[in-house]
């Protein structure tokens, strides 16, 4: 695939993530909906924002690094648009089912039935594949054909459920049954937590044996997902084996795991040169916060103005929420930038402090020192060769 045509399929995947972003919120605050819950608070803003953050990692690998890496960066974006898909699904179905009239309704509903799949098996592989993209265990091709055969199941069977849907019950199956598939839809939602548990736990497995079985560059390179991996799948499996009144607890701290996965493998990534990938991806992921965090503030502010002022939520909201996302634009962006150069590009904040040390020693020094001065050049754009001219005084 030339270049060219990576850079537009990735420009159109970056848009379709922005714009389904935007009706996953619209989907979950829009028709003068109020969510008092927390879950239902963070629900919009964390999908939002993972989805951004897993599309614009994928695509930045895909376009930036090797060979090697480009399919965990197509695993990624995968992951990225499953959950972007899904979401948009519940998001309107939800609406449907209430009564609102959203335009193809009945199958967004539908397609939130099976479309998650997706997310679930780009993590797996994720997991399974990273740094290399190649399964170099048989326990990890086991992993990978297993992870396949769920996904595909559920693609064959979940669409064709007979009557109302899983996810949304009070929406009736758009599609008409397949004798054969359908009869296997039952069957297939009975045994879907264990297979799910099962490939989580496989999943974790695999990273643990890559660890083990890889040299120190290997080990430093997937330490950051080992310790992810074990901290999403304690939380998967307690949210399923858990009681109802603990499972919904559990299930807003898995919310905030989401993104977890894509930014350890920018981290990697970043820290270990992988994929010769170096600001770009640091850019991506401090834009990717900000995005969120301002859209975490508008979201704030538009359901603090409907609960404290009701009679003038929608004006009211709208405007304080747009000057107030707007104001925090610029700080916002600073103050992040700092912190993922800190975390994940060392070099551009050692040099950049390098620089600010200088021009603080510049402003007290008696007379100027060209010793330094080669000093601080070798330590930031480190130059083969360097002159420093001097006019006659």
Do not use: K
């Not at 590009?345 to 060209?370: G, I, P």
Request: aromatic share 8%; net charge positive.
């Amino acid at each position: 695939m030339s270049d060219r045509w990576n850079r537009v399929c990735a420009a159109i995947v970056l848009l379709i993530g922005v714009v389904g972003s935007g009706v996953v919120l619209y989907a979950s605050y829009g028709f003068g909906r109020v969510h008092p819950t927390v879950a239902d608070l963070l629900a919009g803003a964390v999908t939002s924002v993972t989805t951004l953050i897993f599309v614009g990692v994928g695509v930045v690998i895909v376009l930036r690094g090797h060979d090697r890496g480009r399919l965990i960066g197509r695993l990624l974006v995968l992951s990225g648009l499953g959950l972007l898909a899904s979401s948009v699904g519940s998001g309107v179905g939800s609406l449907y089912q209430d009564g609102h009239p959203v335009p193809l309704g009945a199958w967004a509903a539908w397609t939130d039935d099976w479309v998650w799949v997706l997310l679930l098996l780009g993590v797996w592989l994720t997991l399974i594949l990273f740094p290399d993209g190649r399964a170099s265990t048989r326990t990890a091709r086991v992993a990978v054909a297993l992870g396949l055969a769920v996904a595909v199941t559920v693609l064959l069977t979940f669409p064709f459920t007979p009557g109302n849907l899983y996810d949304l019950p009070g929406v009736a199956n758009p599609v008409p049954p397949v004798p054969v598939l359908s009869a296997l839809s039952g069957p297939v939602h009975a045994a879907l937590i264990p297979l799910m548990l099962g490939m989580f736990v496989l999943s974790a497995v695999c990273v643990v044996l890559r660890y083990r079985g890889g040299g120190p560059e290997i080990r430093a390179q997937i330490r950051w997902l080992g310790w992810s991996t074990l901290v999403t799948v304690l939380f998967v499996i307690a949210q399923n084996v858990l009681p109802a009144p603990w499972s919904d607890a559990v299930s807003v701290a898995t919310l905030l795991t989401m993104p977890v996965l894509p930014v350890v493998v920018a981290i990697s990534v970043l820290r270990y040169r992988l994929y010769d990938i170096d600001r770009l991806l640091s850019r991506t992921v401090s834009y990717a916060l900000l995005t969120g965090l301002v859209v975490a503030v508008y979201v704030g502010v538009v359901a603090l103005a409907s609960v404290l002022v009701p009679e003038a939520s929608g004006s009211l909201g709208v405007a304080v929420a747009t000057l107030a996302a707007v104001s925090l634009v610029r700080p916002l962006r600073r103050r992040l930038q700092d912190v993922v150069d800190r975390r994940f590009d060392r070099a551009r904040s050692d040099a950049r402090r390098t620089v600010a040390d200088y021009a603080d020693r510049l402003r007290t020094m008696d007379t100027f020192q060209e010793d330094d001065l080669h000093d601080v050049l070798s330590r930031t754009v480190a130059p083969t060769t360097a002159w420093l001219w001097q006019p006659n005084r």
